[in-house]
Nanobody, 126 residues
Framework: VQLVESGGGSVQDGDSLILSCAASTSTLGLLRSMAWFRQAPGKEREGVACMYSRGGSRYYANYADFSKGRFVISQDNAKNILDLRMSSLEPDDTAMYYC?????????????????WGQGTQVTVS
């Protein structure tokens, strides 16, 4: 499985941005959990939001406290894409944003729990 992020860029304080993560496999729906993480310079990688399945066809969204109300995660299994819609961006949101996936149905923001990672896309807010 390969994950490729896109959509990053430089924006102004208060702007919006949409990040996308494309999976190389048609088995996106079999990756029961997918997530967005971010890492700012000098800081640890932290979870932003995730979507996970408990085994059925329904997926659930979960958000880190700082992203609630500003970010929306969504998944299109037909297109093998995971999106992160970010609004009201702040300079503190500046970071490299990574897409992650794992076959198990979980939503824990612990880096070692995730099997597959993308190369990241940079978001800079000034």
């Amino acid at each position: 499985v390969q994950l490729v992020e896109s959509g990053g860029g430089s924006v102004q304080d208060g702007d919006s941005l949409i990040l996308s993560c494309a999976a190389s496999t048609s088995t996106l729906g079999l990756l029961r959990s997918m997530a967005w993480f971010r890492q700012a310079p000098g800081k640890e990688r932290e979870g932003v939001a995730c979507m996970y399945s408990r085994g059925g066809s329904r997926y659930y969204a979960n958000y880190a406290d700082f992203s609630k109300g500003r970010f929306v995660i969504s998944q299109d299994n037909a297109k093998n894409i995971l999106d992160l819609r970010m609004s009201s961006l702040e300079p503190d949101d500046t970071a490299m944003y990574y897409c992650a996936a794992v076959a198990r149905g979980l939503c824990v923001y612990t880096v070692r729990q995730w099997t597959y990672w993308g190369q990241g896309t940079q978001v800079t807010v000034s």
